[in-house]
Antibody, heavy 118, light 113 residues
């Protein structure tokens, strides 16, 4: 059974930093692209970032480019999102997701809430 | 940039009825890479369809996905109580081999009793 277990959500002040983690199991982690998707409570889904299976390429939404860094450790089956210079509009539930090789997201973590507020 | 527009925003139906949800893409490029998700309150989204009409694992056959040009449709033939949720369409696109991929969601359709 595929599992994506997330950790790291917290309340952080504007301008602060936070690191989200996602531990994968039940599939060959190193064989799949992984993504982060976020959702402001009560609003829609927004793609944030993607990383290729070998970690060699990363992609970001314009809204987070230069502030967020996605990374992975295929030896430890973990996906991370380092978030710097956080702003109030980064407040959201963040999901890690697995790509099914067609750009769809076939498995999702439980989500973790990031609140940016003074 | 591809824009996905879902309609209606809210659909009010009763159990046993047929639901038809729409998603229109602003471009025809990458139209084969369209997915649908269901999100129940307090839960993570769940993949229903990938590649327009390929049902994901464990999805009942009362759900179906189709396409006509840049118009995509999710149909639920006979609504069950657990089907009342929010539904999102999503498209993946890479315009060329050297361009970055894009991942776009529609704004969602709330299916309510």
């Amino acid at each position: 059974e595929v599992q994506l277990v997330q950790s790291g959500g917290a309340l952080v002040q504007p301008g602060g930093s936070l690191r989200l983690s996602c531990t994968a199991s039940g599939f060959t982690f190193s064989g799949y692209w992984m993504h982060w998707v976020r959702q402001v409570p009560g609003k829609g889904l927004v793609w944030v970032s993607a990383i290729k299976s070998d970690g060699g390429d990363t992609f970001y939404a314009d809204s987070v480019k230069g502030r967020f860094t996605i990374s992975r450790d295929n030896a430890k089956n973990t996906l991370s999102l380092q978030m710097n210079s956080l702003r109030a509009d980064d407040t959201a539930v963040y999901y890690c997701t697995k790509d099914d090789w067609s750009g769809s997201f076939d498995n999702w973590g439980q989500g973790t809430l990031v609140t940016v507020s003074a | 940039e591809i824009v996905l527009t879902q309609s209606p925003d809210t659909l009010s139906l009763s159990p046993g009825e047929r639901a038809t949800l729409s998603c229109r893409a602003s471009q025809s490029f990458c139209s084969n890479y369209l997915a649908w998700y269901q999100q129940r309150p307090g839960q993570a989204p769940r993949l229903l369809f990938y590649g327009v009409s390929n049902r994901a694992s464990g999805i009942p056959d009362r759900f179906s996905g189709s396409r006509s040009g840049t118009d995509f449709t999710l149909t639920i033939s006979r609504l069950e109580p657990e089907d009342f949720a929010v539904y999102y369409c999503q498209q993946h696109c890479q315009q060329s081999g050297s361009s970055p991929p894009s991942y776009t969601f529609g704004q969602g359709t709330r299916l309510e009793i």
